[in-house]
């Protein structure tokens, strides 16, 4: 209501409402002088940063402003999924500023993984959506596993400049920051207002021991990212926490898989082949015929087919179908934002179609692994 003022640390208007929302403060602390959000209270007190999130809008608002400073830029990317966290509007925004891209989440890979293609992979991703980036970095920022190097790429690239640090949520944005925090980070210095007007929020500044700053981006909610209409209940479900067990189907033409009641991949037309699912293997995966696909989720959708329960089910949006023509002699995913994909192992081309809640994003790609 405009009467709580704004954080002294980044300048944000606090509300009591939200956590989720930037300047999210608990009534109590209202009491406290000076007054600061819970984001900078985390940080001040426990080096931790948290996540905050904006809607797209905000965000670009956000960007914009990146472009007149001299910075270095990590953008943080979930390599599970991979299409659907990438901020591919970034390039229009940073100006002449470096990108460093760090590609989170490698843990999630199977163990046996052949991580130069995965590098090469992400190389050519990266610049067919148009981003340029003077290193790209994979890692882990739950298992510690390609940090130093982050680290060092960093340092090489950061010069005496600050650093922004951008990310869709969930990408692990907020692990990454608490690890530099700790590794660069002079807490005893004051967290430094950062105020843009025309923006409805603030980036909260760290300060790092030369005197540039850290800055930590809300992170950035994607429609299309299945993670971001399912319950928090389903988020747990379809967001893997270890390294993924590729399923592998043989399936002939007229038969279809459900992953849960979270989404139905359909083989129409081609010979018997492979096709190598990488999803949470904790979601159930069931075959079916096709001709039968459409009665059994009808009868047993948030049942017998769950994730989601079915009062869930109510709360996400009505099934839509994606066709696709897999070319012969590609190799190729069907990727669906969030929950995973497919790898189609044939080289003889394949009719397929995926049903899944419209405004997910459903795609072809080259196979990653
Ligand atoms: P933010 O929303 O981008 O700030 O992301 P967080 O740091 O809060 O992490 C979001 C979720 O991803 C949490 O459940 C983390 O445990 C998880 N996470 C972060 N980094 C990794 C990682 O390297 N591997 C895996 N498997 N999970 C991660």
């Known amino acids: ?39 900078c209270f985390r940080i001040k007190n426990y080096s ?12 670009l608002a956000l960007l914009s402003k990146i472009g007149d400073k001299d910075a270095l830029v990590i953008h943080i990317v979930d390599l599970f999924d991979f299409e659907g966290s990438m901020i ?103 967290l430094t207002t950062s105020r843009y007007p ?29 993670s971001e209409i399912v319950s928090r209940k389903d988020l747990s479900a379809i967001m893997p926490d270890k390294p993924l067990k590729p399923a592998v189907y043989q399936l002939n033409s007229g038969q279809t898989l459900f992953f849960g009641g979270l989404a139905r991949f359909d083989f129409i037309e081609g010979e018997r082949q492979s096709f190598t699912c990488y999803i949470n293997n904790a979601i159930k995966i069931h075959r079916t015929k096709l001709e039968r696909a459409d009665e059994l989720y009808k009868d047993h959708a948030g049942e017998l087919l769950s994730p989601p329960s079915r009062e869930d089910m109510e709360d996400l949006p009505e099934w839509t179908r994606h066709d696709f023509r897999i070319k012969k002699g590609s190799r190729n995913d069907v990727f669906i934002s969030g929950l995973g994909w497919i790898k189609v192992n044939g080289q003889e081309g ?6 899944a809640p419209r405004g997910v994003r459903v795609m072809i790609r080259p196979s990653l692994i």
């Not at 931790?48 to 965000?59: I, M």
């Not at 394949?350 to 049903?355: D, G, N, P, R, T």
């Open 88 to 190: 591919s509007a970034l390039q229009r925004f940073v100006g002449n500023n470096p990108v460093l891209l760090a590609v989170n989440k490698t843990d999630l890979l199977p163990k046996v993984t052949n991580w130069n293609k995965v590098r090469n992979w992400v190389q050519m991703q990266a610049k067919a959506q148009g981003l340029k980036t003077v290193d790209i970095v994979l890692c882990s920022a739950k298992q510690n596993q390609g940090f130093d190097r982050l680290l060092e790429s960093v340092n090489e690239h950061r010069g005496d400049r600050d650093v922004y640090v951008v990310g869709a949520t969930n990408v692990g944005k907020s692990t990454l920051i608490n690890r530099l925090i700790r590794d660069y980070s002079d807490l005893d210095q004051e």
């Open 198 to 226: 025309g923006t409805t929020l603030d980036m909260v500044h760290i300060p790092l021991d030369d005197g540039a700053s850290i800055i930590d981006t809300p992170g950035i909610v994607y429609p299309w990212r299945y």
């Open 350 to 355: 394949a009719l397929v179609a995926v049903h």
């Open 48 to 59: 931790e940063a948290s996540s905050v999130t904006v809607d797209q809008d905000e965000f």
């Open 1 to 39: 209501d405009g009467t709580k003022g704004r954080c002294s640390g980044c300048g944000i208007l606090l509300q009591t409402e939200q956590p989720e929302l930037p300047g999210y403060t608990p009534i109590k602390a209202l009491d406290r002088d000076p007054v600061i959000c819970q984001r």
